[in-house]
């Protein structure tokens, strides 16, 4: 279009009459348009002259309200409603929400003429953003414009097409826009491509078809339209390279040009041809040639040129070389080249001039690790550069030298890190190189000594923002020791003597994790110093409890460190005297403790069996059932008090209770459920979880048993005359405080019928194992307090600290949490305090917990969850089917059903003789999918449900079959809102009728939003018959629904590897079966979907992503029967998550 | 990639403010403080890139007003700090005096230049030439 307009100097005069500086309000008689102008003018301007902030909201708010007035007003004119507008965008650039113009703005946009459309569609693209409702409003204005006739309005329906767009809309304006790449003018071509560069990145499926037309772009005639076709080709080049090797000769001609000065002179910027475009380009190429020898050599030649070319001492050159060293270094190297762009750099970092200097260390910060030796050649400016007056100057050195650290410089190293750390303050800077030292001091530590005293200034320097991991790795590295075990013990007392010469200095206020970790090292270690008196330990332990500035959560490791040194010696004053004063303490925690404290300081023998020297790193076994209780339960149900029901029971009675009429039969009187549901309820945790483990037929144990008090299978901690020590190989944790605190309180409370106990010891194995898997369940997100170096490293086999195999990792060092977990669970004198616990547990355990009830529909969910990880196999279709087969005609027995004692609501009456059966649709048959599973029924209406794993979501198919010989209408189909996952669009759905007798289905696409193990996605259906009825259901999905394969190759699996920051390690055993790694890396293929990216020697490399997106990286190792895993991924849970079926399968399998 | 553009003078006051991500408007005005006092806080002889947070500032300072872009990692910090020379150049020719006063037509000449954080257009006729067109209409 610049060829359509003549900028003529008459144009500007009339146009610069407006910013009279001195048009006051009213504008004394100028046009309406400076006087329009000029009222922001001298709203400005009157701001400006304030002083205070309330002031200022008081004459925005006064603003507003005019504001609000005019726009509403039905007189206003458009050329007003403009000049509202634009005051608008200034009171929300300062912070004030104006939402009550945001709808006029999208009227402007619609109503105005040319200028003042540009501005409503200006002001919509600065107040609304991508997923506001409002948006929607204006797609019919974009579709109108974008026909126009008038040029202007084309561009302007572009322009914000390319800024804000809801995705869901595409459709409608997509083959408009496709037109456009043919039109006549450049302005309208290029914002056309800007435009489908917009969709790529929102919606990149949409525009896939039209990749041809991308490729035209990029051969337009017009470098304008060429230049915004660069966009969209370094996305998908980034995204994957491999695919566009073919396009190298292009690039590297169009750079040809530019840098040989073929543009027209007009791209010139200060006489360099198209800067930002070179730079551009150079970003691509630098993509294209990395590890490829052939492409790269394409290119030597136009990067070359480039170097030369640049040579005008002007910043904008200085960014072109820049973005030409880091190519060079980047793709595959040629010395002739290499050589130059060090010669290149050394010019930057020897510059006088500051900004060219940051850019040289910036590069050379890229380049070193693969030419370290240039590092040697600067070395001197270095230096400098680390005493620099610029704190940035000095940060980026100091990252420079991070990448250069070795056993030889880290002491000075560090040193200069820490000195730095001194005087920053701010936070993020100091999280960063905290971690930094943290790893560095870690994998290069010189001595024992050095490595303490270090991570000491890490703790008292970072304070309370240093990442959790810190601390946690240090004390594992501490508890674990090293490979050869030898100076394991120096260590410790190296760090003992320096937190007692610490504690010397009276008035030092130290961080609270620094704290932790002292009494941590205190409690475990200090009885391997034999020259002090544990009593002064105590007495300082004893003084900082006193101190106001300890958090209650520091206090409690405070007392876990008391607790442990008491138990070593016969008998302390000071523990006495503590016990005495903090028997009263206001603070309710701190009486727990003591109270704990109390009654195993007067049982020696207990106490130094829970807390023997130096076990922290022992394998222990944590009843999470709390089967110990069942007897106290039982009273208490004796007693008459109400049973146990799993949160999800209990919303589903409220739900029904709200229903005007019960018709219903009324439930069993009370005196019989109390054996039947009240006690399975309570119970099954341990009777059907287990029972599904041993048998496969949940349903079968679950049931049978309802009518007596089932206590097989659960061990007896604790009995009438106390705890029961000659019968428990393992007592869990022994410094557990929960064990403790229940044992004090309930050991004369549970009572134990002798003749169970013949069955323990047979069941026990099956029940260890469970346990085992609870625990691995209820540790996992404790396991990533593993290390944090980097794999890429190539020196991380000559790492000074190098931990020990553990047998099973799945402890928690943090003993503060059990103390606080143990807060709530311990002092339960109340049967209701029972299922609160219950539920406690219940979140944090996900899945195990709460596999019990008698209702149809949660045998469903067990189901479901049950089978998913053998339903999960990527190959062998026929297999997983007849396997979800086997699963489901095992639960669904209608023997098995007609067992159930009919629950209140009576959901599942007539389960065993369903009418219709549904099955999918042929065009799904074909994806893998699960089995239909029925979720609930009554009368009238069956619910099916079958997931069907997509590539790019999980697709629950729901059929609705209408039991009844009549048509019912308007079935409606709602799924809640649930925390972890999302429903795409909407998630409703509406049969418009359903015929007699007859199967309806839907499908829903479902991602996971929030990162669980397994959660339950509800919903209801909704229906008239001869009334209103409504009928509940839930649907139990797994993590494992999400995970998808991620094709990969070892290159790429390396960068994207270096580039993630989460990381969580774990070592778990191997089973017979899959003694070797590529047996045991099948299992995880098959069973969790994991693409094996490579297997070299003893390690393997997978990958996978969470939908839509999310990739995670898995390293195995094998080594002396344990497989040693690495999970990296950017978001910290997925870890977690995958790590926890990892274990699972391994188990099983 | 551009995360935000900004225009702010030495009292902190902004002039102008364009995000290519999406901030809650309330923490618009505290991210903006934070900015302007990182960049008030550096004397001349020190660089023009600020690390901050997890982006970088990329800052110029013309007479009392500063000019600060927010960027992340992958952008080119030289690259951007003479787009902020180039977009001043722009408002330069377009505008003889005080630009403050004309904030829709600033916003329009950045729309030209920056979309979805990324730079479009560099060329100083092809930026100006909608904006000319449209100021011709209205004179006519």
Not at chain 1, 323 to 336: A, F, N
Not at chain 2, 75 to 102: P, Q
């Amino acid at each position: 279009m610049s060829d359509v307009v003549e900028r003529t100097l008459s144009v500007l005069p009339g146009l610069l009459g407006q910013h009279e500086p001195g048009a006051g309000p009213g504008g004394a008689g100028g046009p309406a348009r400076a006087s329009a102008t000029s009222r922001l003018g001298s709203l400005i301007r009157s701001i400006t002259a304030l002083t205070s902030k309330h002031e200022e909201e008081k004459l925005i708010q006064q603003e507003l309200t005019s504001l609000k007035a005019t726009v509403s007003a039905p007189t206003t004119t458009l050329r007003l409603m403009k000049e509202c507008m634009v005051r608008l965008i200034y009171c929300e650039m300062l912070g004030y929400e104006s939402s009550f113009g945001y709808i006029h703005a999208i009227k402007l946009a619609q109503q105005g003429n040319l200028l003042e459309k540009r501005v409503g569609y200006l002001a919509v693209s600065l107040f609304l953003h991508e997923n506001h409702e409002l948006l929607l409003l204006l797609v019919n204005t974009v579709v109108k414009d974008l026909q126009s006739t008038n040029l202007v309005e084309v561009c302007m329906a572009l322009t914000i097409v390319s800024q804000i767009f809801p995705r869901e809309m595409i459709p409608a304006v997509l083959p408009l826009i496709e037109d456009k790449l043919q039109h006549s003018k450049e302005i309208i071509r290029r914002k056309a491509v800007q435009a489908l560069y917009k969709f790529y990145l929102i919606a990149p499926n949409q525009v896939q078809h039209i990749h041809d037309k991308f490729r035209k772009a990029l051969c337009d005639r017009d470098a304008g339209v060429m230049a915004a076709s660069l966009h969209i080709y370094l996305q998908m080049i980034k995204e994957n390279s491999s695919g566009y090797k073919d396009l190298t000769g292009s690039f590297v001609t169009i750079l040809k040009q530019v840098v040989g000065g073929k543009l027209p002179i007009d791209f010139n910027y200060h006489s360099v041809p198209a800067p930002w475009l070179q730079i551009q380009l150079l970003r691509i190429l630098g993509l294209l040639g990395k590890n490829d020898p052939r492409t790269s050599e394409l290119m030597y030649d136009v990067l070359d040129e480039s170097l030369r070319r640049a040579e005008i001492n002007h910043n904008i050159t200085y960014a072109i070389l820049f973005e030409c060293v880091q190519t060079i270094y980047t793709i595959h190297p040629k010395s002739e080249l290499l050589e130059k762009a060090a010669k290149c750099i050394g010019k930057f970092v020897l510059s006088p001039k500051i900004n060219l200097k940051y850019l040289g260390l910036k590069a050379l910060t890229y380049v070193i690790q693969q030419d370290p030796n240039l590092a040697l050649q600067h070395q001197m400016t270095i230096i400098e550069c680390l005493d620099h007056p610029d704190p940035i100057i000095k940060r980026e050195t100091l990252e420079l030298l991070y990448r250069i650290t070795n056993g030889q410089n880290v002491v000075v190293i560090v040193q200069k890190m820490l000195d730095y750390l001194k005087e920053s303050k701010e936070e993020y800077a100091i999280i960063n190189l905290v971690g930094k030292i943290a790893e560095l001091a870690e994998k290069y530590a010189p001595d024992d000594e050095w490595f303490i005293q270090t991570m000491n200034a890490v703790f008292s320097v970072g304070g309370d923002v240093v990442h959790p991991d810190i601390p946690n790795n240090f004390l594992r590295l501490l508890a674990e020791g090293f490979d050869d075990g030898k100076g394991d013990d120096q260590l410790r007392i190296y760090a003992v003597q320096s937190y007692l010469a610490l504690l010397e200095e009276e008035d030092a206020l130290y961080p609270q994790k620094l704290l932790q970790v002292m009494s941590w090292v205190l409690g475990e270690y200090s009885s391997l110093i034999t020259d002090v008196d544990p009593e002064v330990i105590l007495t300082k332990l004893h003084s900082l409890l006193k101190k106001t500035c300890v958090t209650s959560e520091t206090k409690a490791w405070i007392m876990a460190a008391v607790t442990k040194i008491a138990s070593r010696t016969s008998c302390s004053k000071t523990v006495d005297k503590l016990i005495q004063e903090f028997s009263n303490s206001l603070e309710t925690y701190m009486r727990q403790y003591v109270f704990e404290l109390k009654h195993l300081c007067e049982n020696k023998v207990l106490m130094k069996k829970f807390l023997p020297f130096d076990a922290s790193c022992n394998d222990m076994v944590v009843d999470a059932s709390l089967s110990f209780l069942d007897g106290f339960v039982a009273e208490g149900l004796g007693r008459g008090a109400a049973p146990y029901k799993p949160h999800h029971q209990r919303q589903e009675e409220k739900l029904s209770q709200e229903k005007a009429l019960n018709f219903e039969p009324y439930g069993l009187s009370f005196a019989s459920s109390v054996s039947s549901s009240g006690i399975t309820g309570r119970q099954s945790p341990t009777v059907l979880s287990f029972g599904s483990d041993t048998s496969g037929n949940s349903a079968e144990t679950g049931h049978k048993e309802t009518n007596t008090l089932k206590l097989e299978g659960v061990r007896k901690l604790w009995g009438k005359e106390g705890y029961l020590p000659k019968k428990e190989n393992k007592v869990g944790k022994e410094n557990e405080p929960q064990t403790v605190a229940c044992g004090s309180l309930l050991a004369g409370q549970v009572g134990d019928p002798p003749a169970l106990r013949s069955e323990q010891v047979a069941i026990l194995s099956e029940e260890d194992k469970e346990k085992q898997q609870l625990a691995s369940t209820l540790f996992i997100g404790l396991g990533s307090n593993a290390g944090v170096s980097l794999m890429g490293k190539a020196d991380t086999s000559t790492q000074k600290f190098k931990r020990k195999s553990k047998i099973n990792e799945t402890q928690n060092i943090e003993e503060a949490s059990d103390f606080q977990n143990a807060a709530a669970s311990d002092f339960g004198p109340l049967l209701d305090t029972v299922p609160i616990n219950m539920e406690d547990c219940e979140g944090n355990l996900h899945t195990r917990l709460r596999k019990a009830s008698l209702c149809s529909s949660d045998i469903v969910e067990d189901n479901l969850a049950f089978e998913t990880p053998q339903a999960l196999k990527k190959s062998g279709l026929d297999q997983r089917l007849s396997d979800s087969r086997l699963s489901q005609s095992s639960l669904f027995a209608d023997s098995n059903i007609e067992i159930f004692q009919p629950p209140p609501s009576a959901q599942c009456e007539s389960a065993s003789k369903t009418p219709l059966v549904p099955s999918l649709p042929e065009e799904l048959k074909e994806l893998t999918h699960s089995e239909v599973v029925e979720l609930c029924q009554n009368d009238a209406l069956a619910l099916y449900l079958c997931k069907v794993w997509t590539d790019d979501s999980l697709l629950l198919t729901v059929f609705v079959s209408n039991k009844t010989i009549s048509a019912l209408s308007a079935v409606n189909l709602v799924f809640e809102e649930a925390e972890h996952f999302q429903i795409l669009e909407s998630p409703s759905y509406q049969f418009p009728v359903i015929e007699a007798r007859s199967v309806e289905h839907c499908q829903k696409c479902v991602w996971m939003d929030k990162i669980c193990t397994q959660g339950v996605l509800s919903g209801s259906l909704n229906f008239q018959s001869e009334m209103e009825t409504h009928l509940e259901f839930s649907v139990t999905l797994s993590l494992l629904d999400f995970i998808r394969p991620m094709e990969m190759t070892t290159e790429d699996f390396g960068n994207l590897w270096l580039s993630l920051s989460n990381d969580v390690k774990q070592n778990i055993k191997m089973s017979s079966s899959q003694d070797s790694l590529s047996a045991a890396l099948n299992t995880l293929q098959q069973k969790l979907k994991l693409h094996i990216v490579d297997i070299i020697g003893n390690e393997g490399i997978l990958a996978c992503q969470l939908l839509p997106s999310v990739p995670c990286l898995l390293h195995c190792r094998t080594h002396s029967g344990m497989l040693a895993l690495w999970f990296r991924s950017p978001c910290s849970a997925l870890p977690d998550g995958l790590l926890y079926q990892c274990q699972k399968v391994m188990e099983e399998s | 990639m551009i995360k935000f553009f900004l225009m702010v003078n030495k009292q902190g006051q902004t002039r102008l403010s364009r995000y290519y991500e999406h901030v809650e408007i309330n923490k618009r005005a505290m991210l903006e403080a934070e900015v302007i006092k990182n960049c008030l806080s550096r004397s001349k002889d020190q660089c023009s890139f600020i690390e901050y947070k997890d982006f970088k500032l990329v800052y110029r300072q013309y007479a009392a007003l500063f000019v600060v872009v927010g960027i992340n990692e992958t952008e080119n910090e030289m690259a951007v700090y003479e787009l902020i020379h180039n977009f001043v150049e722009v408002l330069d020719k377009y505008f003889s005096r005080v630009i403050m006063f004309n904030l829709d037509r600033v916003h329009i000449i950045l729309d030209e230049m920056v979309l979805n954080g990324c730079i479009v257009e560099t060329n100083r006729s092809r930026i100006l030439a909608p904006l000319f067109v449209l100021d011709k209409v209205v004179e006519s």
